[in-house]
């Protein structure tokens, strides 16, 4: 409480000297500054919108303010923070969703007084760290936005001893120098739990370190290294590198172009990914990925335990790595979401549900949700209400031509309460429209396959022993 005290007592001097001293002195820029044949006109437009941002950002750190994600609208597909706060900077239209196809804002020498001013106000910006909400997630971050080397030298050394929970830098073009000085500066924040740096290159001979830092840190967790690879060999080695970690719980690694088969790295992936015990995310969506390829991650699948979450959307796959799929899900029960298009997953369905019988129902995958729209298996986090509709679903359909009765010997004792149990739950409870697969569920009574029960009641009075009826 004494250092909190020290921090807002250090916070508030600093607020009231740029209230009453301190202006905004970078010049702002009129479509006069630039030359017309070296600028498309969407070019000129950004940059004078950036000039905007750098000083609102600027001016709000001068007063003692920081930026919510949610104000910003800042996100990205699949990322789990709702809430970072801190400096958030990008372009006015960007809203971080897919920025690999986008050029960033162009700099020019026109920029470096703005830039200034900014360091200058990031410089003081650890006194707003130490006043924020201890659960506060402070995230810096640039994107799309280019930053020469010097520039980004410049942000990085009023970086330094800013102890933010989050780096993202997404396509900013600083180079090997860039990326060197990141290094550098994730070695000095202990703090620091997430790093994206999408759409910046990482040349060869950066990966050994970039591995080392990652291994060492204590407390990062979650890597994006989208589309930073692409046409360098060192990519495989990162991506088993950073699974060999066994320490990041998140890595994302899309648009890398990464076909382990091309190289002969499929076993190395597969032993890798096997053997992990802290992923539970991991993204690799277009990188042309093969059948090989599916057929080493599902070998993989069938022995990791702590994986939840599976981005393969984009890639090469046929109906065959869709099979491989599917096998190793008839055997995983700790994926809970695998991402696929939609003729690779169509492969992928028997393992979810089999209906050839009741204990095939009951056996099949009831965890893995595989996004498909009116033909979902499993719904999410309800793998209980999953067995329980698929059972219900067996029932219903051959209750359509009266031969449960048939097929009653065949079931394991066990399984005998949970029929009874789905048919009342269904009873009163008819499935949602969207779940095509299981319309047959609401095309039947009930009380019409409690008859077929009944029907048998003297096998299942057998099975089940002895009732009291007082």
Not at 256 to 271: E, I, K, P, R, W
Not at 293 to 314: F, H, M
Request: glycine fraction near 4%; charged fraction near 25%; proline fraction near 2%.
């Amino acid at each position: 409480h004494e250092r909190k005290g020290r921090s807002l007592h250090a916070y508030q001097e600093m607020v009231f000297a740029n209230r009453n001293d301190w202006t905004y002195s970078a010049k702002d820029l009129t479509g006069g500054d630039f030359d017309i044949n070296s600028f498309a006109e969407y070019e000129v437009l950004d940059i004078i919108n950036l000039v905007v941002s750098i000083k609102n950002c600027t001016i709000k750190m001068r007063r003692g303010e920081y930026h919510h994600e949610g104000e910003a609208s800042l996100h990205m597909r699949g990322d789990v923070h709702s809430d970072l706060q801190g400096v958030l900077l990008g372009p006015c239209d960007y809203d971080f969703i897919d920025d690999f196809d986008r050029e960033p804002v162009r700099y020019i020498s026109a920029l470096r007084p703005h830039w200034a001013q900014f360091a200058r106000a990031l410089d003081d910006f650890g006194l707003i760290l130490d006043v924020m909400p201890d659960d506060a997630e402070s995230c810096f971050q640039i994107s799309q936005i280019q930053l020469p080397v010097t520039v980004f030298m410049m942000i990085v050394k009023s970086l330094s001893g800013k102890l933010f929970r989050h780096y993202k830098f997404r396509n900013n073009d600083f180079g090997a120098y860039g990326i060197r000085a990141l290094i550098d500066l994730m070695d000095s924040n202990p703090e620091l739990r997430s790093l994206t740096l999408s759409s910046n290159r990482i040349d060869d001979d950066d990966v050994v370190e970039f591995l080392r830092s990652m291994a060492n840190h204590p407390s990062l967790t979650k890597v994006n290294i989208d589309c930073c690879f692409e046409g360098r060999s060192t990519k495989y080695c990162m991506l088993n590198g950073l699974i060999r970690v066994n320490t990041l719980a998140e890595i994302s690694m899309s648009n890398n172009d990464l076909s382990f088969v091309a190289c002969g790295h499929t076993q190395s992936l597969s032993d890798s990914l096997a053997s992990n015990t802290a992923l539970e995310r991991l993204d690799l969506r277009g990188n042309n990925l093969n059948d090989e390829d599916a057929a080493s991650i599902a070998t993989a699948l069938q022995t990791n335990s702590t994986l939840k979450y599976l981005q393969l959307e984009g890639n090469d796959f046929t109906e065959i790595g869709g099979e491989y799929f599917g096998a190793a899900l008839r055997t995983n029960n700790t994926l809970e979401h695998l991402f696929l298009e939609n003729d690779v997953m169509d492969a992928t369905f028997s393992a979810l549900f089999d209906d050839s019988s009741l204990n095939s129902a009951a056996d099949s995958n009831h965890i893995c949700y595989i996004d498909r729209r009116f033909y979902d298996r499993n719904e999410e986090g309800d793998p209980t209400g999953n067995r329980q509709r698929k059972i219900y679903n067996v029932l219903a359909t051959r209750n359509k031509t009266m031969s449960n009765v048939q097929h009653f010997d065949d079931i394991e004792i066990n399984l005998l309460p949970e029929m009874l149990a789905a048919v009342q739950h269904y009873a009163n409870t008819p499935v949602s429209e969207l779940q095509f697969r299981y319309l047959a569920n609401n095309e039947v009574n009930a009380l019409s396959i409690v008859y077929e029960f009944m029907r048998k009641w003297d096998s299942i009075y057998k099975t089940l022993g002895t009732i009291d009826r007082c």
